[in-house]
């Protein structure tokens, strides 16, 4: 098995550390680097942390959206996106990615309601579900829910072509086992 990811930031952040803690390889990508034509990688998956359309934050959402078509193809051939909150009032932030989702900013703690059938539910593995840190919901959205916080999604599952999406406002890093599993594969897919 292949254990490698690329973490889309503008900067390096302690996020990286953890991922390679895991045991994935895991390679830092500027907005930049994504919006760049020549740019190529070879990944399992991709992360794009929490406040990636916060410009207080970031400067990485026009990027996302320039880069749409090649998201959507790495994903349609095999690659795994995982992507979390937003962080500002903007429910249209999610419209780079290639089915419908709208957001609502709110931040908080919350009891997270699980679907323990769905193998991305190890997400929260680490943490105890009646208090989670989310920064938002999904009000809106075409994806397979797999967990609530006060009846509203807070992460979602969308299979495209041999790949599939994830998108959470779990204000928290992901579980280990979760990292691993969802960065592993048995080859890379370009991007």
């Known amino acids: 098995m292949i254990s490698r990811s690329g973490l889309i930031w503008d900067q390096k952040i302690v996020f990286t550390r ?8 895991c390679e830092h990508i500027t907005p930049h680097m994504l919006a ?3 740019f190529r990688g070879r990944f399992v998956a991709l992360i794009i942390p929490t406040g990636f359309g916060n410009p207080q934050f970031s400067c990485l959402l026009p990027a996302l959206r ?3 078509s090649r998201i959507k193809r790495f994903v ?3 690659g795994n996106l995982l992507v979390f909150g937003a962080a500002t ?8 990615l290639p089915f419908h989702v ?3 900013h709110a931040y908080g703690a919350y009891r997270i309601e699980l679907d323990p059938s769905h193998p991305c539910s190890n997400l929260l593995s680490d943490y105890d579900p009646e208090c989670v840190e989310c920064d938002g919901c999904f009000p809106e959205q075409d994806g397979l829910v797999i967990a609530r916080a006060d009846g509203c999604p807070v992460m979602i599952e969308k ?3 041999k790949g599939k999406i994830v998108v959470s ?3 928290e890093y992901p579980s280990r086992c979760f990292v691993k599993e969802f960065c592993s594969a048995r080859g890379e897919t370009l991007f």
Request: aromatic letters at 14%; proline letters at 6%.
């Open 89 to 96: 009032d903007n429910p249209s932030a999610y419209d780079w």
């Open 159 to 161: 299979e495209i072509g």
């Open 76 to 78: 349609e051939s095999g």
């Open 18 to 25: 953890y991922i390679e803690d895991c045991g994935v390889v």
């Open 169 to 171: 406002t779990i204000h």
């Open 36 to 38: 760049a034509p020549f």
């Open 66 to 68: 320039a880069t749409s």
């Open 102 to 104: 709208t957001y609502r």
